[in-house]
C-alpha cells in the first residue's frame, strides 16, 4: 500500500491538496488532510453532521463510490489566529444534468490547525448547492481622516 503523500506546511497548501484529493477521488489523501483527532468536524450539503474520522472517511468513500467531486475553490476569505486558520470559500462544482455539465455553486467553511504534523483540517462545512453564484456582501469600512 503507498503511503499518502502528506500535506506541504500551510493552510493554504493543506487547502490545495484536500481539493486535489476529491478531484482525484484519492481517499488517502484526503485524509491526511484531516488532523488526527477523533473530533474532526464534517458537513457535506444538505447532510448530517458527521463527527470523527470513521463517518467522515465512510462519507466521502460514498461520494468518491460515484467518481470524482469536481469541486474547484474561489473567493476564498481567510482569517488567521495563531495557530487556527478559517477560510470561508465559494466553491464552483461541476454537476452533470440532462443537460450536460453545469457548475453549481456551494459556500463551505474549512478549519485549519497547526499541529506537530503540519496544518491540518478540523471542520469542514458546506452549504447546500445553488445554481447561481452566490453575491458577494461587503461592509466598507469606515475611513479615519
Known amino acids: 500500500m503507498r503511503k499518502p503523500k502528506q500535506p506541504p506546511g500551510s493552510p493554504d497548501d493543506t487547502e490545495a491538496a484536500f481539493y486535489e484529493a476529491l478531484q482525484q477521488a484519492d481517499i488517502e489523501r484526503l485524509m491526511a488532510c484531516w488532523v488526527d483527532e477523533d473530533d474532526i468536524v464534517c458537513v457535506h450539503p444538505g447532510g448530517?453532521?458527521?463527527v470523527g474520522h470513521a463517518a467522515v472517511r465512510a462519507a466521502f468513500e460514498a461520494m468518491f463510490a460515484n467518481g470524482s467531486v469536481q469541486a474547484h475553490p474561489e473567493k476564498v476569505s481567510r482569517l488567521e489566529a495563531g495557530g487556527c486558520s478559517v477560510h470561508s470559500v465559494v466553491e464552483r462544482v461541476a454537476v452533470l444534468s440532462?443537460?450536460?455539465m453545469q457548475h453549481a455553486w456551494v459556500v463551505a467553511t474549512n478549519v485549519y490547525a497547526k499541529t506537530a504534523q503540519g496544518w491540518r483540517m478540523v471542520a469542514?462545512?458546506?452549504?447546500p448547492g445553488s445554481s447561481v453564484e452566490p453575491a458577494e456582501v461587503l461592509t466598507a469600512r469606515p475611513v479615519l481622516h
Open 48 to 50: 448530517p453532521r458527521l
Open 98 to 100: 440532462d443537460d450536460g
Open 124 to 127: 469542514h462545512h458546506a452549504s
